[in-house]
């Protein structure tokens, strides 16, 4: 995707491109470090958006629905999933992501005068890869059949050759 940057002297166009990528890379590996790059990037991002709309209406008219930087925030991924690998660093991760837009609710409920008590609860759910999660299954049945194969085979296993 490419963006152009109006200059005000000449009106002209300036392509350069715009890349929205869900590629991030943190300085360090720690959960808070991704994290914090994660909540980082998207409210980055949401500026190029308005750029993005001045272009497409000076190239194609108002005929647009890009949504304005002030529409993008981490509360609107309020209700959203996160998935994660099942190792503690993900999961820390995924809690911490899960935290985060919790608080940007409960300041966007603040700053916008609800109640922040309010009855219904922020409902943003955690969920582990379900690839991942098949892999640990597949290797806990490897092992308890072969733990089991060895004690129903451990006097045939004995007479086969070492050596095969």
Known sequence: MYVANITDADSSF???PL???SSIIPKDEKSETICDAI???INDKASHLDRWAVVHEKMFGDTHSIPSSSQIYLSK???GLVNTD???GARLLAQLLV???DFAVEE???LSGENVNHP???ATMVQDCHNHMRNIWIKAVTHRLSSYLNKVLADDLNDVDWRL
């Open 14 to 16: 300036i392509h350069r």
């Open 19 to 21: 890349l929205l990528t």
């Open 39 to 41: 909540v980082q990037t």
């Open 77 to 79: 991924l309020e209700g």
């Open 86 to 88: 099942t190792c503690n």
């Open 99 to 101: 935290d985060a837009v």
């Open 108 to 110: 966007k409920r603040a």
């Open 120 to 122: 219904n609860t922020i």
